[in-house]
């Protein structure tokens, strides 16, 4: 098969602190594991949501593919992810409950060439969690630096 495609929202793991994380499948239509294989799938404004105890990820920017035809698929449009019952079932509970989102952290072909979604159960940082993270990032690549010159 292929390469593996490993697309990210870098974006999320600033913004948000990742309490458990998911691995789903996606159900596509036709044109879009094409993109998907070439790379041309954007994840970072996206999010998931409920709708009839199923759960769909939203906003999930997938280029439409340039050889396509009229059949082509809509750049932007819901996707259901694919979970056991009992994965959904605890994931809806604590949205409800606690407050959580769930948001897509990778978009990432596997070894049989499938498309899959690894979803976090999250929760927003507020600003000053995000200004210590930046700290802890500076003071790791500072010690990576001074470590490699000895």
């Known amino acids: 098969m292929l390469k ?9 793991r600033f913004d948000y602190e990742i309490i458990e994380t998911f691995t789903a499948g996606i159900v596509l239509a036709g044109t879009e594991i094409k993109s998907i294989r070439l790379g041309k799938a954007n994840i ?10 199923e759960l769909f990820a939203i906003n999930t920017y997938i280029e439409e593919y340039t050889f396509g035809n009229q059949f082509n698929h809509k750049a932007r449009s819901e996707r259901k992810l694919l979970l056991n019952k009992r994965e959904l079932k605890s ?6 409950a606690k407050g959580l ?3 897509p952290l990778k978009l990432f072909t596997n070894e049989k060439g499938m498309a899959k979604l690894q979803i976090g159960l999250c929760k927003g940082k507020k600003t000053y969690d995000k200004r210590e993270s930046l700290k802890e990032q500076d003071t790791k690549r500072d010690l ?3 470590k490699k010159s000895f």
Not at 46 to 53: H, V
């Open 101 to 103: 989102t769930i948001i």
């Open 44 to 53: 970072t404004e996206s999010f998931c949501e409920f709708s009839n105890n």
């Open 91 to 96: 994931l809806a509970r604590s949205v409800q």
């Open 4 to 12: 593996t495609i490993n697309i990210l929202n870098k974006r999320a």
């Open 144 to 146: 990576e630096r001074i």
